[in-house]
């Protein structure tokens, strides 16, 4: 389970910071050398760095070349802290006009939008957003990205319940992503060194009679892909499947909207219309 989540904090001052209120940051005492944008940066600077662990008000102030207590007076803590630095890497993403396209080639582009901030900030994938921070940076990648299911024939709910369910599989394959690279520097061996390694003594207490089925699929696949596990092939083949479902619903929902029979297969002799006499 993620230890991190967004929307940990004061949700009022949370929001006051996320869209900038005058309120959030009252002007009292010294006159103030640095900006909430400042600290957001250095922390995400840090984060995609070392990793969220790493950003404590202590070691964002130490960036700054501040004492820790100035932080206070522009973030409250880390939970606030946390929204603001998402909030940013949202409002910062590349954001591919797909008006016009097909739906399919739209949706697409968001899971590779949002994949593509994973690998920039793999911190992030890491981040529970299950209660929104509601910021401008996220309410604006709401808004695009539900324009791709814009159109469709589609409810409002059904429109955010695709949307979820696209972007619960990318976070998912961007977390196990990460988790091979981090194995990877940890032994600092290749998965094919791995399996060079091991695979002599496997090979010698594996019995493929009593496990047919593991060793013909597991020998197929690790040929073919080179690991027991390959990120890049699963974002491929999962972005495929996730869109086949989504046209269980989509299609019927066009159809209707638009008067057009779904597609499927020509209706049977015995379910065609009788032919006027």
């Known amino acids: 389970m993620p230890s991190d989540r967004t929307s940990a904090g004061d949700p009022v001052r949370t929001l006051a910071l996320l869209w900038r209120d005058p309120s959030a940051t009252p002007r009292r005492g010294p006159a103030r050398g640095l900006s909430v944008d400042a600290v957001v940066d250095a922390a995400v600077t840090l984060a995609d760095g070392e990793g969220l662990a790493a950003v404590t008000m202590r070691r964002v102030a130490q960036a700054l070349e501040v004492v820790p207590m100035t932080l206070y007076t522009y973030v409250p803590g880390k939970a606030e802290l946390l929204d603001l630095m998402l909030d940013a890497t949202y409002a910062r993403m590349e954001r591919a006009d797909s008006t016009g396209e097909p739906w399919r080639k739209r949706l697409a582009a968001i899971a590779r939008e949002n994949r593509a901030l994973f690998e920039a900030h793999p911190w992030a994938a890491a981040v529970s957003t299950l209660r929104p921070s509601l910021g401008p940076g996220s309410i604006a990648k709401y808004e695009h990205e539900l324009a791709a299911l814009d159109g469709l024939g589609l409810s409002d709910t059904e429109m955010d319940d695709c949307l979820t369910h696209l972007l619960s599989f990318v976070q998912a394959n961007a977390r196990a992503a990460i988790d091979a690279n981090e194995t990877r520097a940890a032994d600092g061996l ?88």
Do not use: C
């Open 190 to 277: 290749s998965d094919q060194q791995w399996w060079d390694r091991a695979g002599p003594l496997l090979a010698r207490v594996l019995d493929p009679d009593a496990f047919p089925l593991a060793v013909r699929v597991g020998s197929a696949a690790g040929a073919a892909r080179g690991s027991a596990h390959d990120p890049g092939h699963a974002f491929r083949f999962g972005l495929a499947r996730v869109l086949d479902g989504l046209a269980a619903l989509i299609e019927p929902a066009r159809a209707v909207d638009t008067g057009e029979r779904p597609p499927g297969p020509d209706p049977t002799p015995d379910s065609a219309p009788s032919p006027a006499p």
